[in-house]
């Protein structure tokens, strides 16, 4: 998007929201400025209520919002962004700044201007299986988006993705295997998603006791999981979905996310059930702030206000858009760059009675709460994030992360004769070539909502490679992801010369993203023939292919074929790629691949339902049906060997308000150093109502040197057996727990067993709420 430098007259009198303290001389001359910018003279004692520290947030809130006029009130709700929408305007009287809500921090400063450390795409990083992973990158995030932050706003500078207000992170779930946007998600599982939304959402917004770093977001809200355009435009889309998909799929991870404390939420474009999610009172009143006790703002999606009627016709006017929307529970508009856009026909609604102007107020309210947690009308001195600076983006540490990441996020899904990992001992001397289009492309290694690193930082596979002691050769075969031109010679002579050959092959945001489905499981173009083709020429040479994808994709061919020795899923592992890569293949310390499938990949196109159909039946593994995937939800393989056994559930009966104590004790039988993601899923044996077959219920990753074993301690809590019945219900029974390393009853999986144990729930059934 582009640029927007606020006009002078916007900028704030005193120390700019998150600048760096210029000293006492300095903060003397911002009082001065700020009492002038109050129209007071030098002798005034004491700045508004609301700028004053001391007093309660509820205070302070009531003090501003009473001081805004109705027009000023309707500015701050339509000026969410993006373009010409926003910055949302200042308020010179009350030195109050522009302030722009628009900013995206999937996984790094995405869109905003300047570099800024790329972490690996969100599906990439789910695919890691670790809270805790999740957490720094997203605290590394906010760090470089609250140093530009303070450099931006010290210039005056309140255009498009300059504020600190993140529309991050992405809890839809992967209900179809072509959705362009299932790379921005956190895999198929409500409870994954959920545990690693808290961590996003925790690490974004900081553990200072006062101030937020920056502000959370969770998107898109609600049943938001494809088309894009194939077979019909997301922007015009009804979701029509049972009660209980809805609550069992679709939400758990955003009642998560509330839990976490996230400040905001972004509703969807598509209708639910007829009503648009914008306007959906029963989402976003009665669920999200009635059920859940949220207390932030929900802002629309970009343009999804002006799409209630221009794409649903769920209203004839923008007049009678604003007040549906706002009496829904909308607080933010988030336009398509237009001004006169719907929440500006708000003065004619409330001048008609359709909306009070104390609901108004309400709307504002959390506005201007998320902007005083984030520091902005406290002296900078209390705040420790002001004083971030430019220093801290792209740093060591944040470089390292960004590497580690991609390391932890890759899946190791087939590995053959000990193919891998390779010998660094015998490189020296061998001639590897590395082959198709995601060799040697950056462009294409990143994915959608990429923040922008400096070139120098940006490793292609080629170039990681190229710094193994190896004879390193080069061919594209095809220049692009689509591959619809290929010179086969230019692979053939590649391969035909050496030792080892490295297939790169995938998707992309060419093929899958935003706005752009894709309309079958295939490699495009011509990338199986490429395969094929490396593969004859290698002549029974090592042949490992990696994957640049998020969307699963058909690689039947290379799974089953002896000539294809290993498959790396890398997903999108944006500037560290090559690095990674060439870690994971030496197999070095930290290096050993421990990622698992976030979603399920199935067998071919005769698994994959209609993508309009938005039932749960035959969708994701907690509802597959009985063909086997090519991959499994939670499946991945180690270099080394893992054995589990001495599972204990404690108590072994308990009642139904109970929790469950789980223990298991995991050896590294192998002769590698190596990490497992351990696995907890939950089956119901009989239930009075329909459940998934099995649910994911805990999951840690744990590292566990060669040779030794280490027990691990988990709880199951009450929650997780519940099941909804018109209500969320705890029901007596008989239950499985098992425990491993992948899920239960797989053909494709890992060489460890999986445990399983029985236990009982006494009791009467009760209502959750009622323990």
């Known amino acids: 998007m582009p640029r927007r430098v606020a006009p002078s007259s916007g900028r704030r009198s005193a120390v700019a929201p998150g600048a760096a303290v210029p000293g006492l001389a300095g903060l003397r001359a911002a009082a001065v400025l700020l009492c002038a910018a109050l129209g007071a003279g030098p002798g005034r004692a004491q700045p508004f209520p609301f700028q004053d520290p001391a007093l309660p947030w509820h205070r302070r809130l009531d003090d501003l919002l009473g001081r805004l006029s109705p027009a000023e009130l309707v500015l701050q709700v339509a000026r969410g962004g993006a373009m010409g929408n926003g910055p949302a305007p200042p308020v010179p009287r009350l030195g109050i700044a522009p302030y722009n809500w628009n900013t995206e921090c999937l996984r790094g400063d995405a869109e905003a201007p300047g570099w800024a450390t790329a972490f690996p795409q969100a599906l990439g990083l789910a695919a890691a299986f670790s809270s805790e992973l999740i957490y720094r990158v997203a605290n590394a995030t906010a760090t470089e988006v609250r140093a530009k932050h303070n450099d931006f706003a010290a210039a005056g500078r309140y255009g498009d993705h300059t504020g600190l207000s993140c529309f991050s992170p992405v809890l839809n779930i992967m209900r179809h295997p072509l959705w362009g946007r299932n790379q921005e998600t956190y895999g198929e599982d409500p409870f994954l998603s959920g545990e690693l939304a808290r961590s996003f959402v925790q690490g974004l917004q900081g553990q200072h006791p006062r101030y937020i770093k920056a502000s959370a977001g969770c998107k898109h809200f609600s049943v938001h999981g494809g088309p894009e355009n194939i077979p019909v435009s997301r922007l015009s889309f009804d979701a029509k979905v049972l009660e209980r998909d809805w609550r069992t799929t679709f939400l758990p991870q955003f009642q998560a996310c509330v839990r976490a404390g ?53 209203t004839r006017t923008f007049l009678e858009t604003a007040v549906a929307s706002m009496n829904a529970g909308c607080n933010l508009e988030l336009s398509y760059g237009m001004r006169n856009n719907v929440f500006m026909h708000i003065p004619q609604a409330l001048a008609m009675g359709n909306i009070s102007l104390q609901m108004l107020r309400d709307r504002v309210r959390p506005l201007f709460y998320t902007r005083m947690r984030l520091g902005e009308f406290d002296p900078p001195a209390m705040n420790p ?18 590497l580690e990441a991609a390391v932890k996020s890759f899946v190791l899904l087939k590995n053959v004769r000990g193919t891998l990992p390779l010998r660094a001992q015998d490189l020296p001397g061998k001639r590897l070539a590395v082959v198709g289009p995601f060799a040697d492309n950056p462009r294409v290694l990143f994915g959608d909502y990429a923040p922008v690193p400096e070139p120098r930082y940006i490793y292609t596979p080629r170039r990681g490679l190229e710094t193994l002691p190896a004879n390193v050769s080069f061919a594209a075969g095809c220049h692009e992801p689509r591959c619809q031109q290929y010179s086969r010679a230019e692979v053939v002579g590649a391969a035909g010369a050496a030792d080892v050959v490295v297939v790169c092959l995938g998707t992309g945001t060419d093929v899958e993203t935003e706005a752009k489905d894709r309309s079958d499981l295939s490699l495009p173009g011509h990338q199986l023939e490429l395969l094929q083709d490396a593969v004859q020429a290698a002549a029974g040479h090592p042949v490992i292919l990696l994957l640049f994808n998020a969307g699963p994709l058909d690689v039947s061919w290379a799974q089953g074929h002896e000539g294809v020795g290993a498959i790396l899923a890398c997903f999108f592992p944006a500037q560290a790629t090559g690095l990674a890569i060439a870690r994971v ?27 309009e159909n938005y039932t749960m039946e035959g969708r994701t593994y907690r509802y597959y049906g009985q063909d086997a995937p090519l991959y499994p939800f939670g499946y991945g393989l180690s270099y080394t060997t893992f054995q589990y056994r001495d599972l204990v559930l404690s108590p072994p009966v308990l009642p139904v308000c109970a929790n469950l104590s789980v223990s298991v004790v995991l050896e590294n039988t192998g002769q590698r150093d190596g990490e497992e993601v351990v696995q907890l899923y939950l089956r119901w044996e009989h239930s009075s109502v329909p459940v998934p077959r099995w649910q994911l219920v805990a999951f840690r990753r744990v590292a566990v040197p060669a040779g030794q074993e280490t027990k691990l301690y988990f709880q199951v809590v009450a929650e997780q057996r519940a099941v909804w019945a018109q209500d969320w219900r705890l029901e007596p029974g008989t239950f499985t727990l098992f425990a491993g390393g992948q899920q239960p009853g797989q053909q494709m999986r890992a060489p460890s067993e999986v445990l399983s144990m029985r236990f009982t729930v006494t009791g009467a059934a009760r209502p959750l709420r009622g323990c």
């Not at 949220?294 to 794409?311: K, P, T």
């Not at 030496?586 to 698994?607: F, I, K, S, Y």
């Open 385 to 402: 994030y002001s004083a971030l600076d430019l220093s801290v983006v792209q740093s060591p540490e944040h470089r390292n992360l960004s």
């Open 585 to 611: 293949l030496l197999g070095e310390a930290g290096a050993n691949p421990a990622g698992r499938l976030p979603a399920t990949w199935p067998a071919g196109m005769h698994q994959v339902p209609p993508m």
């Open 262 to 314: 996230s400040y905001s939420f972004m509703c969807s474009y598509n209708r639910i059930n007829g009503i648009p999610a914008c306007a959906n009172k029963k989402l976003l009143t009665d669920i999200l702030r009635g059920e859940w006790g949220f207390e932030g703002y929900v802002v629309s999606d970009e343009g999804a206000l002006e799409l209630i009627m221009l794409g649903h016709h769920y």
